[in-house]
């Protein structure tokens, strides 16, 4: 297996059980993680970092202007990327539906992955709420299977992976 992947993968247990480490802390209605989700060589590289942090402070304005209590309860980063894990005093699938349409209201918010956990650690989906699968950033097909079955050329992965970035650099600077 190529050792970079193998990394991605590890950083990915690691997250997880960050996660499930929160919710067994407990204290919150839901857990929210917030990563990147565009090919790992943009989401890995430590200059978009400040980036996604300044849009997981755009998501927690979001969250006030809502008048839910909150609290930041992390921050990760590695080979998959960063992670930022604010716990929700409101009921997760309120939170889950506001999480849905914040990717779409935030500057470049198609390119953050928003989840979301319960009390219990349960993970709460789109499919809970009677949504959509998430759609490819590209052509808006289930992003599942473009990405599983490598539909769409890398350079056109890269176009609109940069100009996701370059919408959310212009608003957050």
């Not at 989906?125 to 539909?151: H, M, N, T, W, Y």
Request: hydrophobic share 40%; net charge negative; aromatic share 8%.
């Amino acid at each position: 297996m190529d050792e970079r992947l193998l990394r991605v993968l590890e950083d990915r247990e690691k997250r997880w059980n960050k996660r499930q480490e929160l919710a067994a802390k407990g204290g919150f209605a839901s857990l929210v993680t917030i990563t990147v989700c565009l090919p790992v060589a943009y989401r890995a590289d430590p200059v978009y970092e400040p980036l996604f942090r300044s849009m997981c402070e755009e998501y927690t304005k979001m969250l006030d202007h809502q008048g839910w209590a909150w609290r930041h309860e992390g921050f990760i980063t590695g080979e998959d990327g960063p992670a930022c894990f604010i716990a929700v005093q409101e009921d997760p699938r309120k939170v889950k539906m506001f999480s849905v349409e914040a990717e779409q209201q935030i500057p470049g918010g198609r390119m953050l992955d928003i989840d979301l956990m319960d009390s219990e650690g349960v993970p709460v989906g789109r499919e809970a709420l009677g949504l959509p699968p998430r759609g490819c950033f590209v052509c808006d097909q289930p992003a599942a299977v473009c990405v599983s079955r490598k539909i769409h050329k890398p350079e056109d992965v890269s176009r609109k992976a940069e100009f996701l970035l370059s919408e959310a650099k212009k608003y957050f600077g």
